[in-house]
């Protein structure tokens, strides 16, 4: 038991100086990194496609390094808007690995970049283990998956700075209160912020660029 602890204190140390050095890079080039995580089709590409047409015309340069279980949909996507991607095949796992981020840094002209996001795989629960070296993770959960998501996973989210709930245009139709949610983080994580977003209908994504932190010369989000 000992030993197996012992592996696993030792894995989860090599991923956290692994990431670290993510950071740094990161740090060190200017990029800003922004980490998304959430469950298969909680609407993680649909906010960084509003984002990035909400900054590209600003000027700022973003960049996605996109994780997937099964090909290359996303990346698709995100090249089709004029941006840099570069998908990672997470090989069936439900996490990404800071190692593999690093491997796709390396393969992306920092210098060039202001803006990183990093789509992990669909996935709630996995990634929360793995650290990638981001400045900012923001957790992404759609009303679709109910009102007790927060309450039901405490340890995800009293680590993030920042929910996105998604979907909020389908709450009626499932019979989810967004209060309840919102009310759930602010006891867990009374310091994180909280966005509503509809991309349908592209509401909320000013809230989300402010919660971000992601300024335009010029232009009052
Ligand atoms: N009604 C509604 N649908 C949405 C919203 N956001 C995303 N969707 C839809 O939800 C589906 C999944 O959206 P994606 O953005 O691809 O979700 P994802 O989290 O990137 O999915 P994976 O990468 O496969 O995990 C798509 O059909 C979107 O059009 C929203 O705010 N409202
Ligand atoms: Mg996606």
Redesign the pocket.
């Known amino acids: 038991m000992d030993e197996m602890r012992t592996k696993s204190e030792d894995l989860l140390e090599r991923q956290i100086l692994r990431a670290e050095e993510n950071y740094r890079l990161l740090k060190e080039q200017k990029v800003r990194a922004i980490s998304?995580i959430?469950?298969?089709?909680?609407?993680?590409?649909?906010?960084?496609?509003q984002i990035i047409d909400r900054a590209a015309p600003c000027g700022i340069v973003v960049a996605t390094i996109?994780g997937?279980a099964h090909g290359e949909?996303?990346v698709q996507?995100f090249r089709a808007r004029g941006i840099l991607s570069v998908g990672i095949d997470s090989h069936g796992a439900c996490h990404l690995e800071p190692k593999a981020i690093n491997d796709a840094l390396h393969s992306l002209p920092l210098a060039e970049i202001d803006l990183l996001f990093i789509?992990n795989?669909?996935?709630l629960r996995g990634p929360a283990d793995y650290p990638l070296g981001g400045e900012t993770e923001a957790v992404?959960i759609?009303v679709t998956e109910g009102d007790a998501v927060v309450h039901k996973n405490p340890k995800i989210f009293s680590q993030t700075d920042l929910v996105v709930i998604?979907?909020?245009?389908?709450a009626a139709a499932v019979g989810v209160k967004t209060e309840r949610i919102v009310n759930d983080y602010s006891q867990i994580n009374p310091h994180g912020k909280i966005v509503l977003?509809?991309?349908?209908?592209r509401?909320g994504i000013d809230d989300l660029l402010r919660a971000l932190e992601i300024e335009c010369a010029n232009t009052q989000w």
């Open positions: 998304l959430g469950s298969i089709g909680s609407g993680k590409t649909s906010l960084i496609e996109v997937a949909d996303d996507r789509e795989v669909g996935c992404v759609a998604t979907k909020v245009d389908l977003t509809d991309t349908r209908r509401r």
